[in-house]
């Protein structure tokens, strides 16, 4: 499996908060009409296909959007006021340049906040607030707002793009869950590639980090009715300090995919995932899951009459923040397993609970 990183890059460094992801949809679906059927929907996922008539139908998802920020208000001085698209941890964004997806391009301008000197000495160990921020792009007036193109519900990304570190470590504000959508991609690559009967459409899904009701990934579930479906998402990496493994398990970068397990993911899935990995020798940690996953998995596995879903998920560090980091290694180990699964249902695999449990 190539290991270029040049579309990785391009994805990652297209904005695309939830709700506004045109741009990097743009550049998947690019790369996806090289070696496959292609579409989109109305609530705003991409697809890619080999084999879409064909059956069995394996759903790869992972999801386009990014966390972002969203203008609320522009006060006559010309500063502009946000909410977050997803969720933030607002020290994070104090200080931070940003890119404003205004109607005629995009406008730099930079996270404002009192300066730390005219800080109460009481109030400067209290956590920043979102309502307190606001974003500065220069103007002196909302007249010159209107001329840069800018207006109220105009998206923002932090202006962070992808950094290539030391060993094969890159760090991204849109790795949760760009990397998804690229993974998926690569695995249907992949599959494309080789011989087989199974149907696979990779689905990059909209609105996952606002998706309280299911987001794009409910809608791609009902429209193709899949007959098995992985999802592929970030986990917590837990090789930084403070981070409770007890409670999240032990995961690291390099260490290779993590599985889930839990009420939600489909014990058959699991275990052909895990035996799937043993035989291709790609390393993996579990995860548990007890409640639900926080993932497009709690949607589509209650698409229809339901759909066996397995997650598969990459190690990330600093999770919503302006340097999420993950290892390269991990993304190409990920698609290899998503294609040697694919694979395997070409032999057949029963996924009725029923009957697995009378076994």
Known sequence: ??????????????????????????????????????????????????????????????????????????????????????????????????????ARGDVPGVVGRKAVHLIEPKEREKAAKVKKLWIDVGAGSREELKELGVRVGDPAVLDAGMVRLAGDRVASRAIDNRVGAFVVLEALRAVAAGEGRTGVVAVATAQEEIGYSGGGARASAFGLSPDVALVVDVTHATDVPDVDKSEVGEHSLGGGPVLTRGSVTHPAVFEALAETADAEGVPYSIQAAPLRTGTDADAIHLARGGVPTGLVSVPNRYMHSPSEMIAVSDLFRTAELLAAFVARIDGGLDFDRGRIAAR
Do not use: C
Not at 86 to 93: A, K, R, S
């Open 1 to 102: 499996m190539s290991r270029d990183l040049s579309f990785l890059e391009r994805l990652l460094d297209a904005p695309g908060p939830s709700g506004f992801e045109s741009r990097a949809a743009r550049v998947w679906t690019a790369e996806a009409e090289a070696f496959a059927e292609s579409w989109s929907d109305v609530v705003g996922n991409s697809y890619a296909a080999v084999r879409p008539d064909a059956r069995p139908l394996v759903l790869l998802a992972g999801h386009i959007d990014e966390i972002g920020l969203q203008v609320t208000h522009a006060d006559k001085s010309g500063l502009l006021y946000f909410g977050g698209i997803g969720g933030w941890d607002p020290q994070v964004l104090v200080g931070q340049r940003v890119r404003v997806l205004g």
